[in-house]
């Protein structure tokens, strides 16, 4: 799966880059933030559903999907989304949230005062599916969000944070 958090005071959004499927590591630099027609989705789940939320954005017509995801609109609103029924529900964020398997771990990082960006870090020590570079797309920055460089093997950024280093 995925880490992906939401820091509502910083209005920060941090992702991990690691795809995997089954027991299987597919890539270490996946872009996690799309572009829909109005706004961003941020989704965590199954690849082939993630893409299908994607495809048929526009038309909220969906298949049995269980992909979840956040969604920053082009005014900058950042809610939770799910699908039910095959249609979109989105719920307004006005606290720190994250989504993905490693999302309990990162949610405590927050509630610890950590950022969105090291709760990222502190998830992809503790769930075996995160990894990667940890990704930072900023509210204000949103006209860059698509061109942030990925690199292919960052997986020192996660173990410089081993046992005995500074997290805190």
Partial sequence: ???????????????????ST?????SWATRKCHRVDDGYVFA???????????????DNQFDKITCTFFFVDDEGAVFFGEIRHGRRFLE?????????S??????????????AFEAVE???????SSGGTVMTYRHDERSLWL????TSNSSLIVNSLAPGNNWR
């Fill in 102 to 115: 490693g999302a309990n771990w990162a949610i405590a990082a927050m509630d610890f005062g950590r950022s």
């Fill in 22 to 26: 089954s027991q299987t590591i597919v």
């Fill in 122 to 128: 502190y998830a992809c020590l503790r769930d075996k």
């Fill in 92 to 100: 307004p964020l006005s606290l720190n949230w994250a989504i993905g």
């Fill in 1 to 19: 799966m995925t880490t992906i958090a939401y820091h509502h005071d910083s209005r920060t959004i941090c992702t991990d880059s690691l795809t």
């Fill in 44 to 58: 965590s789940g199954n690849c082939a559903e993630i893409e299908h939320l994607l495809a048929h954005w526009h």
């Fill in 147 to 150: 061109h942030t460089p990925i």
